[in-house]
């Protein structure tokens, strides 16, 4: 069984940072992508963005120049790191980790920036 536990959300003025740390535990296939999605009320959940285990990645185009995403396979951590936030990336941000086919989720976590 994969858990995602998900931290580091919070409020945050418009223009400023936050970084985020998803950890999965469980039995976990290598070859993996690991990423975060986000939900804003009345919205469905979108892509933020993922990395692969080789390191290659995907963005939104709202998010481009502005978040990072990174991880750590040794600890089996992804992390997201914003950048200039907007008012509008004010949503719950939900970790993801996809292999063989299934998608695992997180919980979510709270980010509200505030202008």
């Known amino acids: 069984q994969v858990q995602l536990v998900e931290s580091g959300g919070g409020s945050v003025q418009a223009g400023g940072s936050l970084r985020l740390s998803c950890a999965a535990s469980?039995?976990?296939?290598?070859?993996?992508?690991m990423g975060w999605y986000r939900q804003a009320p009345g919205n469905q959940r979108d892509l933020v963005a993922d990395i692969s285990n080789f390191g290659s990645t995907d963005y939104a185009d709202s998010v481009k120049g502005r978040f990072t995403v990174s991880r750590d396979n040794a600890k089996s951590t992804v992390y997201l790191e914003m950048n200039n936030v907007k008012p509008e990336d004010t949503a719950v941000y939900y970790c993801n980790l996809r292999a063989l086919g299934r998608n695992r989720w997180g919980q979510g976590i709270q980010v509200t920036v505030t202008s």
């Open positions: 469980g039995t976990i296939f290598r070859l993996n992508t």
